[in-house]
Each structure stands twice: as C-alpha cells, then as structure tokens.
C-alpha cells in the first residue's frame, strides 16, 4: 500500500470520527446570573411598582424633595432609609399627611445614625448580637392568612423597642422585634428595621411579595403605592448629556475650531541658514555695547583717546613734547576743530553724559580722518 493511499483512508477515518462526535453532541441551555441592568440597577424598588400596579394600584416613584409635599390623600409611601437629604419642614409635612389618613412604611436608619422619623412616632432602636427566639409565620390583622419570610428578610442586628400606645401590629424575628406598626390619626406609620423584603433581590422569595401587599391594604381605602427613590448627587456633566447635548456639541466644535487657529502651521523643513563668520567689527561692535550698557563710557572715551595720541605721536614725534597750550593750538589747526574739543581730547577726563562721549568721538575720528590723509 503506497503513501497516498494511507493518507487518503486517515482522512475518511477522521472524517468519520467527527461525525460520530457531531452526532453525540447535546446543547443543553444553561442559565447564567447577570446582575440587574437598566432601571432594576438603579431603582431596588421596581419589582415593587410593578406588583403594585399588577393588584390594581397606581404606582410611581418620586425622584425628589418636593414631591413629599404633594402626597395624595389614600396612598402609601414606601421611605427607605438615608433620608438625610429631607428637611425638618418635610418631616413636619408628612407626619400631618400620615394624620390626615396616609400610610407610611418606614425604614429606620442604622442605629449610630439619628433617625427623626423613628423618634416622631416613639421608636427606639437597640442593637443586639444575640438571636432571640425563632419566629413563626407571620400575619396582619386584616390579612386572611399568615405568610412566612425568608431568615434574610428581616434579620439584621438591629431590634425596636415599641411605644406604650397605638401599637396595631408588631413583628417579631430570631432578632427580636423588627416590625412595627402605629396608629397616627387616620393613618398609620409602619416602622420596619430593615425593607429587604421588598428590594428586587428578595421580593419573590418565600411570601415576601404577599407580606409587602397585606401591608399596602392596610389602610381600605389606599389607592396609589409611592416609592420614594434615594436623592443621588447631582452630575453636572449627566445634566448637560440630559438637557443640553446642542450646547456641548457647539462649544467643543468652537474649541477645535479655536485650537486650529491658534496651533502652528506644520510644513516643510527650512533649511538651515549657512554658518557666517563673524568679522572683526562685528565683535568690536558687541564689546563696545557690552560696555555702554554697563556703564563703562569712560573706560571706552579713555581707550579710544589713547589710541589717537599713539598714533599721532607716530605720524609726529615733535607733538608729544610741545608745551600744552601749544599743543592744543596745533591740534586744533590740524584737525579743523575747536581748540576746546582739542584740549578735551588730549586732557583725560571722566564722560557723564551722552552727548559728551559722542562729541569725544567725532572729533577723534577727523583726527584720524587727517592721519589717513597723512597732511
């Protein structure tokens, strides 16, 4: 059996074994836990709402301050804790709303944190760690039969202490007593330690979903459930993207346009300027700058009227010994300047001003002028 041959029988075997695997294989569905997304990550509640507008209530959440001071009459509020956002003023006004025949489910706070609302309707917080008794099923006055709760539902390290007076129904746990509720003139404060039984994570498990709508009916005449949401801090840049997208898109199109005219233009490489050598003059130049910015007038004056007299005691050796008054008249008449200006250039002196150092100058130079010509 030549090579070909076994290639070609290894390949239909192993054609054959995949489709022998293929025919095996099962897809079986499997479930995979995600977390909440969309409004179920942001709003705990949700679940809450929903069954609530499923039994035939009116349901919403309030997202803000004010809306506590617009509560309808047959409602029930559900107010979780970290309220600290709320004002006196606002307290004031939902405990007259709750008079008036509301229904307030509340959450208390934890027990270092103050809670005014506990307080207003006479309920202690203490916290414990040890288990009290275990508890049994559960059941409110008007609710036709007992429901039982998850150990999660209300079992935190927090017990309430029940006023003397007004107490409707009390909840006892493996923690002690956890839920409370209290007669306000028409209406009722429900004051529970924990609201977990009604989050999205708990809220169909056991009976909590029964429980959380037996106290919704505890009032006959509630027709409107009402959540209120958590006060997030307010995002500036989530309330531009919200409200005013146009302006964001202008202001950075007239920041790129800004940056453009205010960028360097890119091009071409300029060729380096080939090196230059400097002259003699040119340093001569810079050094004497150098000295007349630094107030050195008179050691340049004096340099430059040294070098005139050497070289015009080289062109006439006679000058140097003349008496100076007489030396002074033969400058003068041999420059063509003034016997003043003559007597200035060969008697050392300080220059203070300008104008001085510039006369000084000028008459060295027709002195030098006439050397050149050698008259």
Same mark, same amino acid.
């Given at each position: 059996?030549?090579?070909?041959?076994?290639?070609?029988?290894?390949?239909?075997?192993?054609?054959?074994?995949?489709?022998?695997?293929?025919?095996?294989?099962?897809?079986?569905?499997?479930?995979?836990?995600?977390?909440?997304?969309?409004?179920?990550?942001?709003?705990?509640?949700?679940?809450?709402?929903?069954?609530?507008?499923?039994?035939?209530?009116?349901?919403?959440?309030?997202?803000?301050?004010?809306?506590?001071?617009?509560?309808?009459?047959?409602?029930?509020?559900?107010?979780?804790?970290?309220?600290?956002?709320?004002?006196?003023?606002?307290?004031?006004?939902?405990?007259?709303?709750?008079?008036?025949?509301?229904?307030?489910?509340?959450?208390?706070?934890?027990?270092?944190?103050?809670?005014?609302?506990?307080?207003?309707?006479?309920?202690?917080?203490?916290?414990?760690?040890?288990?009290?008794?275990?508890?049994?099923?559960?059941?409110?006055?008007?609710?036709?039969?007992?429901?039982?709760?998850?150990?999660?539902?209300?079992?935190?390290?927090?017990?309430?202490?029940?006023?003397?007076?007004?107490?409707?129904?009390?909840?006892?746990?493996?923690?002690?007593?956890? @839920?409370?509720?209290?007669?306000? *003139?028409?209406?009722?404060?429900? &004051? =529970? !330690? +924990? $609201?977990?039984? #009604?989050?999205? %994570? /708990?809220?169909?498990?056991?009976?909590?979903?029964?429980?959380?709508?037996?106290?919704?009916?505890?009032?006959?005449?509630?027709?409107?459930?009402?959540?209120?949401?958590?006060?997030?801090?307010?995002?500036?840049?989530?309330?531009?993207?919200?409200?005013?997208?146009?302006?964001?898109?202008?202001?950075?199109?007239?920041?790129? @346009?800004?940056?453009?005219?205010? *960028?360097?233009?890119?091009?071409? &490489? =300029? !060729? +380096? $300027?080939?090196? #230059?050598?400097? %002259? /003699?003059?040119?340093?001569?130049?810079?050094?004497?700058?150098?000295?007349?910015?630094?107030?050195?007038?008179?050691?340049?004056?004096?340099?430059?009227?040294?070098?005139?007299?050497?070289?015009?005691?080289?062109?006439?050796?006679?000058?140097?010994?003349?008496?100076?008054?007489?030396?002074?008249?033969?400058?003068?008449?041999?420059?063509?300047?003034?016997?003043?200006?003559?007597?200035?250039?060969?008697?050392?002196?300080?220059?203070?001003?300008?104008?001085?150092?510039?006369?000084?100058?000028?008459?060295?130079?027709?002195?030098?002028?006439?050397?050149?010509?050698?008259?």
């Amino acid at each position: 059996m030549n090579r070909r041959a076994v290639l070609i029988m290894a390949g239909i075997a192993a054609a054959l074994a995949l489709a022998w695997l293929a025919s095996r294989i099962e897809h079986v569905p499997e479930m995979e836990q995600v977390g909440y997304t969309g409004e179920a990550r942001r709003n705990p509640y949700l679940a809450a709402l929903r069954l609530a507008r499923r039994m035939g209530l009116a349901a919403s959440e309030l997202k803000a301050a004010p809306d506590l001071d617009r509560l309808p009459a047959a409602s029930v509020l559900l107010l979780p804790n970290r309220r600290q956002a709320l004002t006196p003023t606002q307290r004031a006004r939902l405990m007259s709303w709750v008079q008036g025949g509301g229904h307030l489910i509340l959450e208390t706070e934890d027990v270092p944190v103050s809670d005014p609302y506990a307080d207003a309707v006479g309920v202690r917080r203490i916290s414990t760690e040890r288990e009290a008794t275990k508890r049994g099923p559960v059941q409110l006055p008007h609710a036709e039969a007992p429901v039982q709760l998850a150990s999660t539902a209300l079992g935190i390290r927090t017990r309430l202490v029940a006023p003397d007076t007004g107490v409707r129904v009390r909840v006892e746990t493996a923690w002690g007593l956890q @839920l409370v509720q209290i007669e306000r *003139g028409r209406g009722l404060v429900t &004051v =529970a !330690a +924990d $609201l977990a039984f #009604a989050e999205n %994570r /708990l809220i169909g498990s056991a009976d909590h979903a029964e429980f959380l709508w037996q106290l919704a009916r505890s009032l006959p005449e509630t027709r409107e459930f009402l959540v209120w949401g958590r006060i997030d801090r307010l995002s500036l840049w989530q309330w531009l993207t919200e409200h005013a997208p146009a302006v964001l898109i202008s202001s950075a199109a007239l920041l790129v @346009l800004w940056l453009w005219r205010i *960028g360097p233009r890119f091009g071409p &490489v =300029a !060729a +380096d $300027l080939p090196p #230059a050598r400097r %002259r /003699l003059l040119d340093h001569l130049r810079a050094s004497g700058r150098f000295h007349w910015n630094n107030r050195g007038r008179d050691r340049l004056a004096e340099a430059a009227r040294e070098a005139c007299l050497a070289r015009l005691a080289r062109a006439h050796p006679g000058f140097a010994s003349l008496p100076p008054g007489e030396r002074t008249a033969q400058l003068a008449a041999y420059a063509g300047i003034t016997e003043a200006e003559a007597a200035h250039l060969i008697a050392p002196g300080t220059v203070e001003r300008g104008a001085e150092f510039i006369a000084l100058m000028r008459a060295l130079q027709q002195v030098h002028a006439r050397l050149d010509h050698g008259a």
